[in-house]
């Protein structure tokens, strides 16, 4: 029997689970037997373990039953709020990445599947309309799961007014991002099909000035017009987040903003006001697209961060939670 535990014993030694074999040992497992019994008894290192206590009889510095459960109970409960709020935030970073992929491929599909030129007015409206009513559908589908931003802008304006985590910021972005290039490739994929498309001479829907503004529109006003449609846009979002009481019509609301925010922009740069929707497109033209992406980061993140303080400003009041452009509300903060 002495042999049998004594073999077990270096099994678990060799492991590097408990440590020697001692006849008084000082550490103790949950159950070890008491100094009253003079049976060899295994130590346990307690570096491996947050199980282990200090036996009290031996030197009084040791913490009672009732407490150690106390604390592996709360240790247990703490990774298990972890883990549900990785879970949450996991199908946060989903909604938003297949909302976004909807956006793109509906708004950008509705001008490079049509050989319709995009100057034309029918061409414009088709396309503002697609991106508007793109935005309201996921909205609907989205909104209450991960608060319906498709678009980084958005995150950092509401981030900057206080009404979302920023802790959230970098994967609510890089979901988006990821949307967004899943879209344009399947859009790319598409148009290849058609007789005489090239992707590397095709505008692709991609976001320009100058040359490759749609009207021939030069930097300054590239940069202008973005950076105010942006600060309309997110503006609009931030006041239709705390109106409750607009909840169901909020995402015909912001749809019908970004309608007109596309109206007023397809001639001057194509319509962009979203970053996500402006990199997936660069990426797939190239050249001048990546050239001229700087400035479809910087204007509509420029113009969100302004809306965010000047909402702040005026409204005075502070919301760290997910919130949707549903209904004000987040799925798990």
Same mark, same amino acid.
């Given at each position: 029997m002495r042999l049998r535990r004594r073999n077990g014993h270096n099994f678990l030694f060799s492991m590097g689970l408990v440590g020697p074999i001692s006849d008084y040992s000082d550490w103790r497992g949950v159950g070890a037997l008491n100094n009253s019994d003079r049976r060899p008894s295994l130590r346990f290192a307690p570096q491996l373990s947050p199980w282990l206590v200090r036996d009290p009889i031996t030197d009084g510095s040791g913490e009672s039953g009732a407490d150690l459960f106390a604390r592996s109970f709360g240790v247990c409960a703490s990774y298990l709020m972890d883990g549900i709020k990785m879970v949450a935030l996991g199908k946060r970073l989903w !909604?938003? &990445? =297949?909302g976004t992929a909807w956006l793109v491929f509906v708004g950008c599909g509705s001008t490079v599947l049509? /050989? /319709? *030129? =995009?100057? %034309? @007015? !029918? &061409? @414009?409206? %088709?396309?503002?309309?697609?991106? *508007?009513? $793109?935005?309201a559908t996921g909205s609907y589908a989205f909104g209450k799961i991960s608060g319906a931003h498709f678009n980084p802008a958005v995150t950092v304006g509401l981030t900057v007014a206080q009404r979302f985590p920023v802790r959230d910021v970098l994967p609510y972005i890089a979901a988006q991002i990821a949307g967004a290039i899943v879209a344009a490739a399947l859009l790319a994929y598409l148009a !290849? &099909?058609?007789?005489g498309f090239e992707l590397t001479a095709s505008e692709f829907a991609a976001n320009g000035f100058g040359a490759h503004s749609p009207a021939d529109y030069p930097l300054h006003s590239a940069l202008i017009v973005e950076f105010v449609l942006s600060v309309v846009f997110v503006g609009a979002c931030l006041l239709v987040v705390v109106r409750k009481e607009m909840a /169901? =019509? $909020?995402?015909?609301i912001t749809g019908a903003c970004l309608m007109l925010v596309y109206l007023v922009s397809i001639p001057v740069t194509n319509g962009a006001v979203n970053p996500a929707r402006s990199t997936a497109q660069a990426l797939f033209v190239g050249n001048w697209a990546l050239d001229q992406l700087w400035l479809f980061w910087a204007a509509p993140l420029a113009g969100a961060i302004a809306a965010g303080v000047l909402f702040s400003f005026l409204r005075g009041r502070a919301d760290s939670s997910p919130v949707s452009l549903v209904d004000g509300q987040g799925d798990v903060s």
């Amino acid at each position: 029997m002495r042999l049998r535990r004594r073999n077990g014993h270096n099994f678990l030694f060799s492991m590097g689970l408990v440590g020697p074999i001692s006849d008084y040992s000082d550490w103790r497992g949950v159950g070890a037997l008491n100094n009253s019994d003079r049976r060899p008894s295994l130590r346990f290192a307690p570096q491996l373990s947050p199980w282990l206590v200090r036996d009290p009889i031996t030197d009084g510095s040791g913490e009672s039953g009732a407490d150690l459960f106390a604390r592996s109970f709360g240790v247990c409960a703490s990774y298990l709020m972890d883990g549900i709020k990785m879970v949450a935030l996991g199908k946060r970073l989903w !909604s938003e &990445g =297949v909302g976004t992929a909807w956006l793109v491929f509906v708004g950008c599909g509705s001008t490079v599947l049509d /050989t /319709t *030129g =995009v100057l %034309q @007015a !029918s &061409g @414009a409206l %088709q396309m503002s309309l697609a991106f *508007g009513l $793109a935005l309201a559908t996921g909205s609907y589908a989205f909104g209450k799961i991960s608060g319906a931003h498709f678009n980084p802008a958005v995150t950092v304006g509401l981030t900057v007014a206080q009404r979302f985590p920023v802790r959230d910021v970098l994967p609510y972005i890089a979901a988006q991002i990821a949307g967004a290039i899943v879209a344009a490739a399947l859009l790319a994929y598409l148009a !290849s &099909g058609r007789p005489g498309f090239e992707l590397t001479a095709s505008e692709f829907a991609a976001n320009g000035f100058g040359a490759h503004s749609p009207a021939d529109y030069p930097l300054h006003s590239a940069l202008i017009v973005e950076f105010v449609l942006s600060v309309v846009f997110v503006g609009a979002c931030l006041l239709v987040v705390v109106r409750k009481e607009m909840a /169901t =019509v $909020a995402p015909f609301i912001t749809g019908a903003c970004l309608m007109l925010v596309y109206l007023v922009s397809i001639p001057v740069t194509n319509g962009a006001v979203n970053p996500a929707r402006s990199t997936a497109q660069a990426l797939f033209v190239g050249n001048w697209a990546l050239d001229q992406l700087w400035l479809f980061w910087a204007a509509p993140l420029a113009g969100a961060i302004a809306a965010g303080v000047l909402f702040s400003f005026l409204r005075g009041r502070a919301d760290s939670s997910p919130v949707s452009l549903v209904d004000g509300q987040g799925d798990v903060s």
